[in-house]
Structures are given as C-alpha cells and as structure tokens.
C-alpha cells in the first residue's frame, strides 16, 4: 500500500473514530435510561449494556399514576401557551425591531440581549414577589409567565435578525398594493418566516417542556407541577429507595416526544437555520 | 393637461440634501424618463413620488390636489420595483390580485381585472405558476401587472430592466414602450441606461447631484444640450471636449486651443470676458478624418471595430484621447497621422461653469428640426 492511501485510510479510520465519540457522548446517556427503564427493580444493578428481555413494568407503574398523567397535560398545557404567546410577541417585535427605523433601536435590542443574560436563580425571588402579587401562585399562569419572559430575547433576537433579512422591496410592494403594517406582517412576511417560526417555536417549546426550577419554585401541588418536577418527586417503598427504574420509564416517555418532534421539523429547522444564507 | 407637479422639492436625509429644489411638470400619458449617475437622486425622486419617502420641503401635486401627506394607495400610482419583489408565495394571479383584494374588490370583477391584466401581458398560461417558477422576462412581466392591476393612472419604474442580459433588455424594452402606447397612462422611469432613457422616453429629466441639468425630448438633449454634462452624460462614445480659450468674444467668438489652433466659430460670447476658458465639444460623428501630411495632426492610438462602424482613437496628449466615428473600410491603423474636419455647426462650446453658449445656427432653429447637411469644414 502506498504512503498515500495509507494516510488516506488512516484519516478516514480517524473521522469515523471522532464521529463514533461523539454519537457515543451523545447517545450514551439516553440509551443507557432506556436500558434501565426495561428492567424490572431487581435487575436493577446487573449492569448489562442489551436489553435482553425488556420489562415493561415500570412503565406501567408510571403510567398508572394520575398525578404523572396530570403533570404531562400541564407541561403541555404550559409549553404551547409559551410558545405561542412568545412567537406572537417576538414576531411583532421582530417587524418593530427588524424593519422599522426608529432611534434607539439597537439599545432596545442590546436590553433585550441583555437581560437573557441573567441567571433564573438571581430573578427567582423578585419574579416570586411579582407572582405573588398577581395571585399567579400555584397556577399554569405562573410558569407561563416567567418561561415567556426568559424565552422572549432569545425568539426575539431570532425572528429580527431574519426579519432584517427579507428583501426592503418586499415590504414597499406591499405598501404600494396598500396593505397596512399588519396585513404585511401577516400576509407577506409571515409566510416567508414559517422556516424561522418553527424552528424558534420549537426551541422555546423544549426549554418550556424541561424547566425545573421555576416550576419547582411556582407550584406547590400535584394537580399544577409539571413534568420534570414530577419526575423528581416520584418516590419509592421507602424514604431510603430511589425508584430508578421509573424515574428512567418517566424520563423516556417525556423525552420521545420531544425527539419526535425534532425528527418531524428536522429538515424546516436545517432550512430555518441556514435561510437567507443563501438566495432563495 | 398637467398630471403631476413638481414644486420646489426638497429632500434630506440626516445632514445630506438629496433633491435641491427640484420642480417639473409632466402632462397625463407622457413617458417621462429620469436618469443621471448613482447618486444623483432619481430614485429618490420616484420614491418621493410614490409616496415611500417622505417629501422634506416643497409640493407634490397629482391632478392638482397636494399629496405629500396621502398614503401610497391613496395616489393612484403603481409602481414597478428594480428587484421585482414579487410574493414569493404567491401564484402570478395572487400576485397580480393582492393589491385588488386589499382595496376590496368585488370577486367577479377582480377576477376580470386580473384576467386582462394578465392578457395584455401575456401572463394568461402562467397564472397559476409560483415566481420562482417563471423566467427573468416573466418575472418582470407579473411585477408590472401588479403594478398595472389596479389602473392607476400613474406608472413607476424603477429601473426594472437591470437585472435582465442583455437581448432581453432589448426585448422588455419594446414591450414596455408598446404598454405605454396601448394603456396611454402617464409613466415615469428611472434608469441611467442612456439607451433606454433615448428610446422610450418623451421627455427626459437629467438629474445631476441632486438638481435637475436639464428637461426635454432626447433629440432636444442630444442636439442641444444646455450644459457640458448633459452633453457628457448623454451619447455614446461620450463627446469629446477640447480644453480652449476665448481670445474675442462676441457674436462670432474666436477660440484658440491646443489642437485646433484658432478658430472662429458661430457662437455668441458677447457675454464672456476675453481669455476665459472654455470647453468645446464635439460628437465623435461629427469629427471626420483625413491623411496629414509629414509629422502634422494627431496620431491614431487604437481602433475599436464594431461591425457597422469604427472608433478611432487620436491622441491629443492629454488624459482622454478624442474619438472619431468612422465608416468600417476607411482602414486607419493605429500609428496614422491624421487631420481632424469638424462639422462646425455641431460644435458645442461650454463657459467654465459648464453652460453652453447659444450657437446662431442650431439654436436659432425650432425644436426637432434638424440641422442643415453637414458642412465639414478643413481647420
């Protein structure tokens, strides 16, 4: 073999080996739940690598629950208000923002950028007094409240830099027909954002399916907690046992869904990435 | 009838003036044609019109009523865009239909709008198509009818032929002319396409920073340009210019430059002290070449073959070479000495801020008249 094609080969070997890390750092974690949520709590701590004969026990211990049931419908509940109050918002935002010239334009988007960058847990008090005070506590509002708050400058930033994007003529065009600023926004411009639209909508929807601490903070009772603190709280036998076994069948099922969703949306979230990157 | 009225406008934007007092008159069914260099604030000027810009200072009358204050649909104007800007989502008929839609038509006569809208363009099998499905030309096509769908009486274009090569060009610009003849409503259009400018237009405007240089018919502007940069601006090859003094003013001035020597020409400087400068132009169809003789004349510095004529190129030793038209079998060759004959009653003589003298001949006739057969003179 030439010196050539042996370097060849070994780079090819080497790219694979970088893309067979990665997929394992990746999809490491997650696999090894599955595993874990097919075995009954006995087998529990076999450490075993196959699902030889899956167990479908603990899904249904999870699924058995009311309160896990409830929790889902809440989550649901919760990250499609957010997602929808939040892509109305940033998208007349973003036409204020992206299209129309008005001074202190960029300060308004520097606080914007800004004020993404605190942490939740050094809002957390003031926006529990402001919870409170609007007699929001213990209530879906509460979480839609504050997961809208911190998943507007994200979207919004998003939508206007694609909204800056879309050709100054478009716009005009629509002006000379004599379409209002809403019938523009919402007749030529919308229909060109759909890629951008989904792809922000559904990040914001993840963000608001998998937020713990406000909803742990928020909420107090089974009937209003969502997802990812039900799983939390999901208990054994014995304040001494963890029920891994279900905590993993509860992770799963709240995940597949999400994964569904990308694996749906994968080509408009590609396409909404990279739109304007290239004429279309 | 007057259609549109320009009075004293003005436009700024942040500290620059963009359009310094800018007033004209253009009456219902003219075509009227802006053109200048990048820059000069034509297609502001149509924005003005349009009604996307805001007017700064001055009036801006359609049909005698002031619009500076009226919303673009209120003006009764459509207008064509460089890029087209086409709903890219929309069918051709959606397109063309929007505007209709938008001011509440009713269904059954929208839809005939639209039908002959699309007929006179030729749109009628490509209705249902998407833009990104159509030609350039098409394209271009669906733009006007969208700009055309709601009858306005006023008609704006704002450089629509750049984005097309070069035969289309050619092509979209009979169509457009032959529009304007079957519609009969007014239209104004940029451009700074000195060929589209000449061909279609009834009335050109040249704009330059900001001011108009000059308003007329192209033959108008060809023939009598009324400062050395319309005279510059327009024509191809561009006129040359002879850098000159004057040595008598009068009815009849004698000028003396490098490469002419003295001459005494018709014109009127009676108005000019002796030995200001000026600058005489001359079109290069109206330079005609003979042999010199010894080491007399110019030298040929480089022959362009066009197929239907010739540029000869003669270096005057200064920066720009002059350049004569010639028949294609003359058979100059780079390196020739020649002769310069000009057609003197062709000659344009500008003062040094660039206006031009009044010629007895030429100017002394009514527009469009042409002047007398060329009487080349040997200088």
Known sequence: MSPRLLKKALLRLGFWCLIGILLVYAVFPFYYAI???????????????????????????????????????????????????????????????????????????????GVSMFPQVAVLSGLFEVIRFLGLYNTSWALILSYTIFTLPFTVWVLTTFMGQLPHELEEAAIMDGASPWITLTRVLLPLLWPALVTTGLLAFIAAWNEFLFALTFTLTDSQRTVPVAIALISGGSPHELPWGLLMAASVLVTVPLVILVLIFQRRIVSGLTAGALKG | MIKLKLDNVNKQLGGARILRDVSLEISAGEFVVFVGPSGCGKSTLLRLIAGLDSICGGDLLIDGRRVNDLEPRERGVGMVFQSYALYPHMSVYDNISFGLKLAKTEKTSLRERVLKTAQILQLDKLLQRKPRELSGGQRQRVAMGR????????????????????????????????????????????????????TLADKIVVLNGGRIEQVGSPRELYERPASRFVAGFLGSPRMNFIAAFLHTPGETSHVESLVLGMTSLPVDSSGLAANTQLSLGIRPEHLSLKAAQGTTGLVVSAVEYLGSETYVHLDTGQDEPMVCRCEVNAGWRVGDRVELQLDIDNLHVFDAHGTALKRHTIDSLPAGVAPRPASAGAL
């Not at chain 1, 918002?89 to 010239?101: D, E, H, I, P, W």
């Not at chain 2, 700009?147 to 704002?158: K, S, T």
């Not at chain 2, 070069?166 to 104004?188: D, Y």
């Open chain 1, 35 to 113: 595993v874990t949520s097919l075995k009954p709590s006995s087998a529990l701590f076999q450490v075993s690598y196959w699902i030889d004969n899956p167990d479908f026990s603990n899904y249904a211990a999870v699924l058995n629950q009311a309160s896990f049931l409830r929790a889902i419908g809440n989550s649901l509940v919760v990250a499609l208000c957010v997602v929808t109050l939040a892509l109305f918002l940033s998208l007349t935002a973003a036409y204020a923002l992206g299209r129309v010239k008005f001074r202190g334009r960029g300060p308004v988007l520097m606080m914007v950028l």
């Open chain 2, 147 to 198: 700009a055309m769908a709601r009858e306005p009486d006023i008609l704006l274009f704002d450089e629509p032929l750049s984005n097309l090569d070069a035969s289309l060009r050619v092509q979209m610009r009979n169509e457009i002319a032959r529009l304007h003849g079957r519609l009969g409503s007014t239209m104004i259009y940029v451009t700074h396409d000195q060929v589209e400018a000449m």
